[in-house]
Nanobody, 122 residues
């Protein structure tokens, strides 16, 4: 089970960190990803990290502003979001892939958490 948390309301230009805690199994050998879905839009890839944490991969729209990291000892993955923009407003979902390598393809992920809402006001 994956549990996302940390969403909220933030002003444009601000920062927020969302977390995804895993329970019920160890995800330390899985690649982890963050996706988001804005109202009326399709789900889109945001960021992914390899099981070791040594490889990361970002969507062009967030590269340089967002940072994904993980703490395998805590079975938790994080998404640090800086310089937030109103267009970053969405429900953010975490996901786990047994493949171990980071990917932006949602169909490569085997486990999904419930989302956490991030709202960026202008």
């Amino acid at each position: 089970q994956l549990q996302a948390s940390g969403g909220g309301l933030v002003q444009a230009g601000g920062s927020l960190r969302v977390s995804c805690a895993a329970s019920g199994r160890t995800f330390s050998s899985y690649a982890m990803g963050w996706f988001r879905q804005a109202p009326g839009k399709e789900r889109e890839f945001v960021a992914a990290i390899s099981w070791t944490g040594g490889s990361t991969f970002y969507a062009h729209s967030v590269k340089g502003r967002f940072s994904i990291s993980r703490d395998n000892a805590k079975n938790t993955v994080y998404l640090q979001m800086n310089s937030l923009k109103p267009e970053d407003t969405a429900v953010y979902y975490c996901a786990a892939s047994t493949a171990g390598t980071p990917t932006g393809w949602g169909n490569r992920y085997d486990y999904w958490g419930q989302g956490t809402l991030v709202t960026v006001s202008s």
